[in-house]
């Protein structure tokens, strides 16, 4: 009963807070850094400490966060923000236990996060130092985030070898004159690659089968998105 009414009031708290503070930005940051300290304590003590777990409803509460606040249209922000929530309450619900919901949902926090942080360089002119540092940063976190729940020496390796490459290709995309989604989905889709090539490979289920299908996929998207974006201007 605790689980259910702690996850309902979460997402309430999410949506509520949100909601009414997206006309300044201060007091939506600390909005946002309040309820994920209020998450952390009541999942800690739903769960107890287990980092695999407590992890991810950090992870999607920073990228519910970092796409919310770019989002211009007060429609879809409503209309995201109640997505968010449900999101977030089914994560709730579901916390603690290995499912493929979790995984989707973890998926969706890297784009969301990927989003944030090349928004930064749209919108603020961020250096492309502290861009790329970030991108770093949250990639390895979320690769300690997608391989949690089993024991593998390898693992540490995965963690640097997939931050790195991203880091390239984040350095590669930022003298590409496309728009920050167009980014954050490349950057995306080469994450979820690794991620998913390295996880297929620590349990021995990698196949040909597999490798074609998830680059046809990928390959399907990027083409998608790279004809029917619009690119910036090279002069301006």
Same mark, same amino acid.
């Not at 209309?79 to 969706?108: K, P, T, W």
């Not at 492309?128 to 979320?142: A, C, G, K, P, R």
């Given at each position: 009963? +605790?689980?259910?009414?702690?996850? +309902?009031?979460?997402?309430? %708290?999410? $949506?509520?807070?949100?909601?009414? =503070?997206?006309?300044?930005?201060?007091?939506?940051?600390?909005?946002?850094?309040?309820?994920?300290? !209020?998450?952390?304590?009541?999942?800690?003590?739903?769960?107890?400490?287990?980092?695999?777990?407590?992890?991810?409803?950090?992870?999607?509460? *920073? &990228?519910?966060?970092? %796409?919310?606040?770019?989002?211009?249209?007060?429609?879809?922000?409503?209309? +995201?923000?109640?997505?968010? !929530?449900?999101? $977030?309450?089914?994560?709730?619900?579901?916390? &603690?236990?290995?499912?493929?919901?979790?995984?989707?949902?973890? *998926?969706?926090? !890297?784009?969301?996060?990927?989003?944030?942080?090349?928004?930064?360089?749209?919108?603020?002119?961020?250096?492309?130092?502290?861009?790329?540092?970030?991108?770093?940063? %949250?990639?390895?976190?979320?690769?300690?985030?997608?391989?949690?729940? $089993?024991?593998?020496?390898?693992?540490?390796? $995965?963690?640097?070898?997939?931050?790195?490459?991203?880091?390239?290709?984040?350095? &590669?995309?930022?003298?590409?004159?496309?728009?920050?989604?167009?980014?954050?989905?490349?950057?995306?889709?080469?994450?979820?690659?690794?991620?998913?090539?390295?996880? =297929?490979?620590?349990?021995?289920?990698?196949?040909?089968?597999?490798?074609?299908?998830?680059? &046809?996929?990928?390959?399907?998207?990027?083409?998608?998105?790279?004809?029917?974006?619009?690119?910036?201007?090279?002069?301006?």
């Amino acid at each position: 009963m +605790f689980n259910r009414v702690s996850s +309902f009031t979460l997402a309430l %708290v999410l $949506f509520s807070v949100l909601a009414g =503070s997206a006309n300044n930005i201060s007091i939506f940051t600390a909005s946002l850094v309040l309820l994920m300290v !209020a998450t952390f304590i009541i999942n800690l003590k739903r769960i107890g400490l287990s980092w695999a777990h407590l992890l991810l409803p950090m992870l999607f509460l *920073l &990228g519910v966060g970092s %796409v919310f606040i770019v989002i211009t249209s007060s429609t879809l922000r409503l209309v +995201f923000l109640l997505g968010a !929530a449900i999101a $977030f309450y089914l994560l709730e619900m579901n916390l &603690g236990r290995e499912s493929h919901l979790l995984q989707n949902i973890y *998926l969706l926090s !890297a784009f969301a996060l990927y989003v944030g942080i090349f928004s930064l360089e749209f919108y603020l002119q961020l250096n492309t130092t502290l861009i790329l540092l970030l991108v770093f940063f %949250v990639s390895y976190i979320l690769s300690i985030q997608g391989f949690a729940g $089993f024991s593998l020496p390898a693992k540490k390796y $995965f963690y640097l070898l997939i931050a790195v490459s991203l880091t390239e290709a984040a350095w &590669g995309l930022t003298y590409w004159p496309t728009h920050y989604v167009v980014n954050a989905v490349v950057i995306f889709c080469l994450f979820y690659l690794l991620w998913i090539f390295s996880f =297929s490979v620590f349990f021995g289920k990698l196949t040909r089968k597999k490798i074609f299908l998830q680059l &046809g996929l990928v390959t399907f998207v990027l083409l998608i998105t790279l004809t029917s974006a619009a690119w910036r201007p090279l002069i301006g």
